[in-house]
């Protein structure tokens, strides 16, 4: 399957990151333990290798190689449930995300079958689609395999308050926020179960006026929130401080007061190792070393993102 797994420690004990290579691939996936393994265990997982979005704030926003088959979607929180060594029944709760890098709406017929793979072998898992909303996204798909596994979720990577403040940080062609809230309320009645949008705080997001425009948009009654700590796509600026974990949480409380069902993201190991989505800087490395297999993306050409210390992931 895969030619080479490399596992990266971290200073914080508790994540683990592990690269898969091989001759015409590379992916990353993450391994988190809240606060041991059997307590709750969480796999951020990739399904492209590289990604074609070029998405400014995410390491992997640059260059793309191919979308991964099914076999190897799978193979990898596999490989980390190995690395546990804990059995998976043993896991109290056990969370696989498809977060680290790609798009999985644009793989979404290997990821269907990938999450039909997962489902067979950890039944218990709660599978999360995490998705920037391309607009030619496979939702029908997403639909219909969250219809038959019920321990698929769905979140839709906002980030902005605005349309064009979003357009700066994913230069693609997405949905705008009132497309992806249609498409949200509309796998929320197929499912009968609560999409999330993801909402990375920065010192130009955090007002009242932003969560005033999000409550518009995302009623609490059909949505959950996730608040996120931003990351950093790049090694030498280290993203976990206090600041911005202030940040996250004051704008949580401002999300909690208009009655949403609010969750705080802080990736462990996100400043040494890239815990967090969007610190792929295994990944650029080996794009380095492969430049014949790599195709620019969208947003090869324009400037990274950055927020007055880090980027948004």
């Known amino acids: ?32 333990k809240y606060p041991t393994f059997e307590v709750r265990t969480v796999i951020c997982c990739s399904t492209m290798s590289g990604c ?7 390491g992997a926003g640059d260059n793309f190689v191919r979308s991964l088959n099914a076999d190897e979607i799978f193979s990898q929180p596999k490989k980390l449930l190995e690395e546990t060594q804990v059995k998976v029944e043993d896991i109290n709760r056990l969370q ?15 990821l269907a079958k990938a999450c039909k793979m997962l489902h067979a072998a950890y039944p218990k898992a709660k599978l999360l689609i995490s998705t920037s909303a391309p607009s030619g996204g496979n939702y029908a798909l997403c639909n219909k395999i969250s219809q038959e596994i019920d321990q698929i979720g769905l979140q ?4 902005e308050s605005t349309d064009d ?34 909402y990375c705080v920065h ?5 009242d006026a932003d969560a005033d425009r999000l409550l518009s948009l995302f009623q609490p009654e059909i949505w959950n929130a996730t608040i996120s700590v931003i990351c950093e796509r790049d090694e030498y600026v ?39 989505c ?36």
């Open 1 to 32: 399957m895969w030619t080479d797994v490399k596992k990266i420690s971290s200073a914080n004990e508790h994540v683990f990151k592990y690269v898969f290579e091989k001759s015409n691939a590379v992916a990353e996936s993450v391994l988190y």
């Open 52 to 58: 074609p979005v070029g998405c400014r704030f995410c």
């Open 96 to 110: 696989i995300m498809f977060m680290s890098m790609g798009e999985p709406l644009l793989n979404m017929r290997e």
């Open 156 to 159: 839709f990577s906002v980030h």
């Open 165 to 198: 403040a979003r357009q700066k940080l994913i230069p693609s062609d997405t949905l705008s926020l009132k497309e992806m809230a249609e498409r949200g309320y509309e796998w929320s009645v197929m499912t009968n179960r609560k999409p999330f949008f993801n």
């Open 203 to 207: 010192e130009n997001n955090n007002t």
């Open 238 to 276: 280290a993203a976990a401080n206090e600041r911005q974990k202030e940040l996250a949480a004051t704008f949580m409380e401002k999300m909690l007061r208009r009655g949403f069902d609010t969750r705080m993201f802080d990736p462990a190991g996100q400043d040494d190792i890239g815990g967090g």
């Open 278 to 313: 969007g610190q792929l800087w295994f990944v650029q490395d080996w794009m380095k070393k492969h430049p014949n297999l790599t195709k620019p993306s969208l947003g090869f050409d324009l400037p990274k993102v950055h927020t007055p210390q880090t980027g948004a992931s």
